[in-house]
């Protein structure tokens, strides 16, 4: 199978007051069509500045980067990027953020009529069909980050990038979602590259795991296959004694031989 | 163990002692009514007449130890004192009966004075609008544009309104537009300067959304800048107006022919000190007013 998503030899090398950073080195890494990879690691090693570097909000100082066999130059709507802190825009309802990513994509060439009509599907598609035509600040974080995952998918993107998404989200919410994401991934078969520290998440959604080394010039350390089968169902896999010893790998790379040094 | 113990005898002989009244032979009390105010309905009502109270005493109160004071600086000036609020009161009836009569130049009535101040504000104000906010966005846009332009800000800004006056005279050779330049140069500088900083401060997240959806400079422009700077704008323009309603009273004492401010002038040369005091509430209260509908409006844009 021909890799979707192509990384090869991409450095990040940052220029700081104190001289050049580098933030990451030696990425190699290729992502299959429809696949699920979570990117794993401590705070500080360079995980969301591999997901940018996808995303093209960065640029890698070197290396090559290539999306369906196209260079990745800059930021493009062909990757839906969904942000840690959802960020919507205040001044625009739930609808208005989706649609203004659905006009980009599909304005040229669609009628107003099935415009609106994508952007009500990727709303219904989160379970947000209620909150069409709330602002941000009238919704939760939960269903804030919805509407960000909303925004991302109605652009058919042909990766889906999530930076932390669920972070900042209490543990239930996050649960919720998590179950709610494996659906929508599921339905769309999307491709899917996803910065988390939270290990079980990592496990329970990915088909493949990166886990990175500590920063600063931070590589990927292993790569862990999770060859759980699918559906997955948390509470099943909570006595499946396959899952926890994948959680154990990660736990074991990422406190064993990969622990932070205090600061 | 306490140090008396009571029997059930002993008990018995308290009771029935003389010094206890037995209880009446009468059944149970009727039940009281429970009183208004200590109903949950009461108790909603006194807790609303106190918010009320505690909303409207202190400024009533205010107002009137203002006006005592008033009273006791006129009182105390004797004859060529200040008048006291009554006296201006009743001018300010006489005044305000016949607002817009128009007895040719420099006779006119008190509203046409008004509306010439308030027109000339809004013009001279609308002409800085229309430069500063565009140049505020393109400063708070362009690094480059805005290290050219701050020592000239810097330098401009702090100059007194009124010294601009006589350059307008000269440049422009007639009153009128010159005075509307005084408003325009002394009301710019809060418009730009709180324009770029908006701009300045439009969070990165939002210009990543812009960058990730790569959104055509008009539609990032409309749909995020713009919105995004609105609230600071707003405070730029509320600084902006007050501005220059403090400083068309003053223009218009020097240049004349209309306006409040002339108006004040007049009516020192005619000694008329009622008249001085009117004006000194009308400015006042105009100067609310606008505050207070810019606020209402800066609110509508509040989207925190």
Not at chain 1, 53 to 71: C, D, M, Q, W
Not at chain 1, 168 to 185: C, K, N, P, S
Not at chain 2, 264 to 287: M, S, T
């Amino acid at each position: 199978m021909h890799n979707y998503l192509h990384i090869e030899n991409a450095k990040m090398v940052f220029d700081t007051k104190k001289g050049k950073f580098t933030a990451l080195t030696d990425i190699n890494l290729n992502v299959k069509q429809g696949e699920f990879i979570a990117l794993i690691g401590h705070s500080g090693c360079g995980k969301s500045t591999l997901l940018n570097l996808v995303a093209g909000l960065t640029v890698a100082t070197e290396g090559i980067l290539l999306l369906s066999e196209k260079e990745i130059k800059g930021p493009g709507p062909e990757r839906g990027v969904v942000f840690q802190n959802h960020s919507l825009l205040p001044w625009l309802t739930c609808f208005g953020n989706v649609h203004l990513a659905v006009e980009r994509v599909f304005g040229a060439k669609e009628s107003k009529a099935k415009l609106k009509e994508r952007t009500q599907a990727a709303l219904d598609l989160v379970g947000l069909s209620h909150a069409t035509h709330k602002h941000p600040n009238e919704i939760s974080g939960g269903m804030k980050q919805r509407v960000g995952i909303a925004r991302a998918l109605a652009m058919e993107p042909k990766v889906l990038l999530l930076d932390e998404p669920f972070g900042a989200l209490d543990a239930l919410t996050r649960a919720g979602l998590q179950d709610e994401l494996m659906r929508i991934v599921k339905e769309t078969h999307a491709t899917t590259l996803m910065v988390t520290h939270d290990v079980d998440e990592a496990v329970l959604l990915s088909d493949r795991i990166v886990m990175m080394t500590n920063g600063p010039a931070a590589t990927i350390g292993e790569i862990l296959s999770v060859d759980l089968p699918r559906p997955r169902d948390r509470l099943a896999l909570a006595e499946n004694p396959a899952y926890h010893h994948l959680r154990g790998q990660v736990l074991e790379f990422l406190y064993q031989k990969n622990l932070k040094q205090a600061a | 163990m306490s140090a008396v113990t009571i029997n059930e005898s002993s008990l018995k002989d308290i009771m029935n002692s003389p010094e206890t009244t037995p209880l009446p032979a009468t059944a149970a009390p009727k039940p009281r009514p429970v009183p208004f105010l200590e109903t949950e309905r009461g108790q909603a009502y006194s807790e609303s007449v106190g918010k009320l109270f505690r909303a409207v005493v202190p400024p009533v109160l205010g107002i009137a130890l203002f006006v005592l004071l008033w009273q006791i600086v006129s009182a105390s000036g004797g004859d060529t004192g200040l008048p006291g609020p009554a006296k201006t009161w009743e001018a300010a009836k006489l005044l305000f009966a016949d607002p817009f009569y128009d007895n040719g130049p420099n006779d006119k009535g008190i509203g046409w004075n008004i509306l010439h101040s308030l027109y000339r504000v809004g013009a001279g104000f609308g002409l800085a609008a229309l430069v500063g906010i565009p140049l505020g966005f393109m400063i708070g846009r362009f690094q480059f544009l805005a290290g050219m332009m701050a020592p000239v800000i810097s330098l401009l800004r702090p100059v007194s309104p009124l010294a601009w006056l006589p350059i307008g005279l000269y440049v422009f050779k007639e009153t009128e537009p010159a005075s509307l330049w005084v408003i325009f140069i002394s009301s710019i500088w809060p418009i730009i300067l709180n324009t770029a900083a908006g701009v300045s401060r439009v969070p990165q997240d939002y210009l990543n959304v812009a960058r990730v959806l790569n959104l055509s400079e008009w539609k990032i422009f409309t749909r995020i800048l713009f919105p995004s700077v609105l609230p600071h704008m707003m405070t730029g323009i509320r600084l902006s107006i007050g501005v220059a309603w403090l400083v068309i009273v003053a223009a218009e004492m020097l240049t004349g022919g209309t306006g409040i401010g002339f108006w004040v002038w007049d009516e020192w040369n005619n000694l008329n000190v009622e008249h001085i005091l009117i004006a000194i509430f009308i400015v006042g209260i105009i100067g609310l007013l606008l505050e207070q509908m810019l606020m209402l409006i800066a609110n509508r844009f509040n989207y925190e």
